[in-house]
């Protein structure tokens, strides 16, 4: 589906469509509720939210729990719908414990769209990343660095968030099975940190001292990648560190060869055109498929990357 489809149909029928702003009559109320307020993912796709519903002249509120809380992500959502809120979008720390929330809200009229990270329950659409392709791409990534300083057998740690958490599972799922073409490399049990970077920097000291074999490990988001790059900083060790996400510490980390590449998701658009979709399902306009793949890229020495603020 292309992308701007969405947005052209919030502008068709408009009676003068010169000025851009506040194109939409209604004013509708509309919610971005993500894992937390911390990670500088969360705050690109407010960002990109934030500038589809100045457009289109919205009432826009982004909330979340300061760090990551399934249960106040929970309370956070309940209080959203009895505010009034026409439309959520939703980035989901529990897929399962929010789902019931999720119905309930959906009886009584809410729209829900999913970005990133999508509940069990169903929605209007979900924009995100191909997480299990995105990581067969870092295993791919992680082998390639191997292979570049002649390392070709050894243990391979992964850093996750939590086990419920489908997005980084379905990344770490991904990995996993890139890697079962190449036996001679053991992928380890997967430690989860919550994306909490003082306790990923703990794990892969973990990883480090428990497996003397040790020539890799991959973080699956933001904050376990921050918590790598700092332990594999200060362990003078030749370990390929492959990560997920980025903010302007990793990418000097990255310049700096502490860790080799990150892949790097597209929260601005995911905001952005998430909110021209919630929009057209709040106006009636037909969304197209259920789930738009948001992208993907690999940043490396080589490729610098921008950050959107």
């Known amino acids: 589906m292309n992308v701007i489809e969405p947005i052209l149909k919030l502008i068709i029928n408009i009676g003068d469509v010169v000025e851009m702003n506040h194109i939409v009559n209604e004013n509708y109320k509309i919610y971005l509720i993500t894992m937390d307020k911390s990670d500088q993912f969360w705050k690109v796709m407010d960002n990109g939210a934030r500038e589809m ?37 939703l980035a989901a720390s529990d897929p399962l414990k929010i789902s019931r929330a999720v119905e309930e809200a959906k009886a009584k009229g809410v729209k829900i769209i999913y970005v990133d990270a ?18 067969k791409i870092a295993g791919e990534n992680m082998f390639y660095e191997l292979e570049e300083i002649g390392v070709t057998y050894g243990s391979i740690g992964i850093i996750g968030v939590t086990p419920e958490n489908r997005t980084t599972v379905n990344r770490e799922m991904g990995f996993r099975d890139y890697f079962k073409l190449f036996v001679r490399y053991q992928i380890l049990e997967t430690i989860y940190t919550n994306g909490d970077p003082e306790l990923a920097k703990q794990a892969t000291e973990k990883y480090i001292k428990d497996n003397t074999n040790l020539v890799g490990v991959f ?46 998701q597209n929260p601005f658009t995911m905001g952005y055109l998430g909110m021209a979709q919630t929009v057209a399902a709040l106006r009636g306009f037909d969304t197209g498929p259920q789930f738009i793949n948001t992208g993907v890229t690999v940043v490396n020495i080589y490729t610098p990357s921008r950050i959107l603020s």
């Open 219 to 264: 973080s699956t988001n933001e904050g376990s990648t921050l918590g790598m790059g700092y332990a594999l900083r200060e362990n003078d060790k030749n370990i390929i560190g492959i990560g997920f996400d980025i903010t302007e510490i990793i990418q000097e980390m990255i310049r700096d060869n502490t860790i080799k590449a990150t892949l790097v």
């Open 118 to 135: 999508p509940a069990y329950e169903e929605a209007v659409i979900t924009l995100a990343t191909d997480n299990y392709t995105a990581g």
């Open 53 to 89: 519903a100045s457009m289109l002249g919205v009432t826009y509120e982004w909330d979340a729990p300061l760090t990551r809380d399934v249960n106040k992500q929970i309370q956070i959502f309940n209080n959203a719908v009895v505010a009034g809120a026409d439309a959520i979008m």
